[in-house]
């Protein structure tokens, strides 16, 4: 195999980064994109630790979602497998906990490489994304729900105690009859 201008070598592997191959030993490895674009972030920084932040705004630039650390977490993994590697006892990739990832193994770069070629596209700035825009819309459509919702509560509460104040009020104007029983009076006199 050939060494391109994009070719970085660490351990068994050689990856090409023009390409986005990575192969072991002359053999192709399969590797996703974004693990493949986690391996390319930390081929740029070998022995420094990239935090996830980094990763975040490098691969997934608009997207801002709960659920970032899964998709971290699920990239690295991928990496790892296609590497062979363990989180227990690394020997490419190195978790910082809380922080990032570390590539500790030496590399080798082709000197005719300035930086990688892999593009990682970004988005303008200040330009929200889809998703960005569907959860403000959510979040916005979800406090107008429970602003109804307790507007609601409060006129029924309110009509409730209207209705047990007017039951007890009539309650206490009834008028009230009495019937005695009648005694002629009239038949004693004679």
Do not use: C
């Not at 990032?100 to 080798?108: C, H, K, M, N, V």
């Amino acid at each position: 195999m050939s060494h391109g201008p994009s070719t970085v070598r660490f351990g068994e592997f050689e990856v090409d980064l023009r390409s986005g191959e990575l192969h072991s030993s002359g053999n192709k490895v399969r590797i996703q994109d974004q693990p493949f674009k986690v391996l390319s972030i930390l081929l740029e920084q070998p022995n420094q630790v990239v935090t996830r932040e980094e990763l975040q705004k490098r691969i997934w630039p608009e997207e801002n979602f709960g659920d970032f650390d899964h998709a971290v977490n699920v990239a690295v993994a991928k990496l790892r497998t296609a590497l062979g590697d363990s989180a227990d006892t690394p020997r490419y990739v190195e978790t910082i906990p809380r922080r990032g990832y570390r590539l500790i193994a030496p590399i080798e770069r082709d000197p005719t490489v300035s930086e990688p070629a892999v593009e990682i596209t970004h988005q303008k700035p200040g330009a929200p994304s889809r998703h960005r825009l569907w959860q403000r819309r959510y979040a916005i459509s979800l406090l107008g729900l429970l602003l109804v919702v307790g507007l609601l509560v409060v006129l029924l509460s309110g009509l409730r105690k209207k209705g047990h104040e007017s039951a007890s009020q009539s309650s206490s104007r009834k008028l009230k009859l009495v019937v005695l029983p009648f005694e002629n009076l009239g038949s004693q006199a004679g």
